[in-house]
């Protein structure tokens, strides 16, 4: 009797632990993904301290923080593997761990938008240090140049005897030499004459208007003001603007009506077969003498 007692309790001790073996190995599987649930959010938080606590030093945060979430996606790709494998036996606590990815996820996308702003930023101070540079670069070397320049006395000497002895060609790199290292002097202006004098000679006649214009534009008091002027209504005369180039010569006239170049003007004029003054002005005159 007892021996059959025994088989029995042995039958009924085997179904119950069938009955308890899975539920045991879900439950384990279960306090597993909670941990590693755990972990993930602990580095999440990590990261996030980390990304506030080194925002003054953001490319290093870059670096750093990128990984971290490409490790943390990794993490979750391969979680959500799981989850999707056993959500059938783990029920409702399944769709609760799944919220919390929902929510990890939806941090790590914040933290991605985040890092691309900071990455910009970034980018924008590089872009802003290497044209800061550029410029530095740029000016150091126009100091060493001009350190290493002829006097300006000298150079536009230099440059004057050239002009004089028909050497136009050295001239010409003496004059613009000149105008690289000295800008802002007073013969400054008389360098742009030459240089318009040279190339009317060549026959540059357009080249030589552009150097004209710098003279009466930026050295409009400036002892070559007047002869820039009536070299350019020549200048424009050869280019075929006879109109444009009559203009200029009544305009030095009437600036200059007792200077050496209004009297080349008005005879330039004559030539041409124009009056000294357009109708506009003559008329004016003849109206104030009748008056």
């Known amino acids: 009797m007892k ?7 042995v039958a009924l001790f085997s179904v119950l632990w069938i009955g308890v073996a899975p539920a045991w190995g879900v439950s384990k599987e ?4 909670q941990t590693q649930v755990q972990q993930l959010q602990e580095q999440m938080t990590a990261m996030q301290r980390s990304f506030d606590e ?6 290093n945060l870059v670096e750093s923080d990128t990984d971290a979430v490409n490790k943390v996606a990794n993490a979750l790709t391969a979680l959500q593997n799981q989850l999707q494998k056993q959500q059938n036996d783990s029920g409702g606590k399944v769709d609760q761990l799944s919220g919390q990815i929902q929510a990890l996820n939806d941090t790590m996308d914040e933290i ?17 240090q290497q044209s800061i540079q550029a410029q530095q670069a740029q000016q ?5 140049a001009q350190a290493q320049a002829p006097p300006p006395d000298v150079l536009y000497n230099n440059a004057l005897r050239d002009y004089n002895g028909g050497k136009y060609d050295l001239a010409s790199q003496e004059l613009s030499d000149y105008l690289k290292f000295y800008p802002n002097t007073d013969l400054a202006g008389n360098c742009y004459f030459y240089q318009g004098e040279i190339q009317f000679r060549a026959g540059n006649y357009q080249q030589a208007v552009d150097s004209y214009d710098q003279v009466l534009q930026n050295y409009p008091s400036g002892n070559k003001a007047a002869s820039a002027q009536l070299k350019k209504g020549f200048a424009l005369v050869e280019l075929g603007k006879q109109d444009d180039g009559v203009t200029e010569l009544r305009h030095l006239i009437q600036r200059y009506p007792h200077s ?12 041409l077969g124009v009056a000294t003054r357009g109708q506009n002005a003559a008329a004016g005159l003849q109206d104030a003498g009748n008056e």
């Open 140 to 144: 150091q070397a126009q100091q060493q």
């Open 260 to 271: 050496p170049e209004a009297l080349q003007a008005r005879e330039r004029l004559r030539k």
């Open 3 to 9: 021996p059959h007692r025994i088989s029995v309790l």
């Open 30 to 33: 279960m306090v597993q993904l």
């Open 54 to 59: 080194r925002m003054g030093v953001m490319k």
């Open 112 to 128: 991605k938008v985040r890092l691309a702003k900071v990455t910009k930023q970034l980018e924008d101070m590089q872009a802003a």
